[in-house]
T-cell receptor, first 116, second 113 residues
Framework: GAVVSQHPSRVICKSGTSVKIECRSL??????MFWYRQFPKQSLMLMAT?????????EQGVEKDKFLINHASLTLSTLTVTSAHPEDSSFYIC????????????FGPGTRLTVL | GDSVTQMEGPVTLSEEAFLTINCTYT??????LFWYVQYPGEGLQLLLK?????DKGSNKGFEATYRKETTSFHLEKGSVQVSDSAVYFC????????????FGSGTRLQVQP
């Protein structure tokens, strides 16, 4: 199946700093990418949807100025957590879907963010 | 809005036992239904899917049938193995509009030798 990678897999940062997480589709063109957040022992909550070359669409309650999403190419999307605080500590997961298979999403392995 | 409800876990079974994880959904229209599995320390993997009523998805011995009349998509396996220990997520995808998945809360399965 298609492969989606995320980098870094883990990151620890100080409160107030910004962190960038990359999501790449390695063997297909991802026309749409999704960013989810997963709290411990809970389900995935959709944060935003991004289409290549367009502004991301954020879910209600997600601060777009805090969680900056860029989807500049068909293989790369980035999520930047700006001025991170301890409450932003979580597991962030991206997924991607391509042309012709819009009902199938391929998930990255996730990024564990810890804000001290 | 759309929602997916799964049975709470953890579910603890002995090896070779029969598994059922219940999943029901609420959605308008005709969603596609999915089961994803998350092994410890890994990302979500698609386990199986069904795109219309009465379809049966199957993979690795797991099965689920799309039941429109009961709005259910229960996951079953006849004989579980220790390696099946993971968290299982039921999800739906609407046929039109926003193409993001709506997930259930996940059910943790622990299989003991």
């Amino acid at each position: 199946g298609a492969v989606v990678s995320q980098h870094p897999s883990r990151v620890i940062c100080k409160s107030g700093t910004s962190v960038k997480i990359e999501c790449r589709s390695l063997d297909f063109q991802a026309t749409t990418m999704f960013w989810y957040r997963q709290f411990p022992k809970q389900s995935l909550m959709l944060m935003a949807t991004s289409n290549e070359g367009s502004k991301a669409t954020y879910e209600q309650g997600v601060e777009k100025d805090k969680f900056l999403i860029n989807h500049a190419s068909l293989t790369l999307s980035t999520l930047t957590v700006t001025s991170a605080h301890p409450e932003d500590s979580s597991f962030y997961i991206c997924s991607a879907s391509g042309r012709g298979s819009t009902d199938t999403q391929y998930f990255g392995p996730g990024t564990r963010l810890t804000v001290l | 809005g759309d929602s997916v409800t799964q049975m709470e876990g953890p579910v603890t079974l002995s090896e070779e036992a029969f598994l059922t994880i219940n999943c029901t959904y609420t959605a308008t229209g005709y969603p596609s239904l999915f089961w994803y599995v998350q092994y410890p320390g890994e990302g979500l993997q698609l386990l199986l899917k069904a795109t219309k009523a009465d379809d049966k998805g199957s993979n690795k011995g797991f099965e689920a049938t799309y039941r429109k009349e009961t709005t259910s998509f229960h996951l079953e396996k006849g004989s579980v193995q220790v390696s099946d220990s993971a968290v299982y997520f039921c999800a739906l995808l609407k046929g039109t509009g926003r193409r993001a998945l709506t997930f259930g809360s996940g059910t943790r399965l622990q299989v003991q030798p």
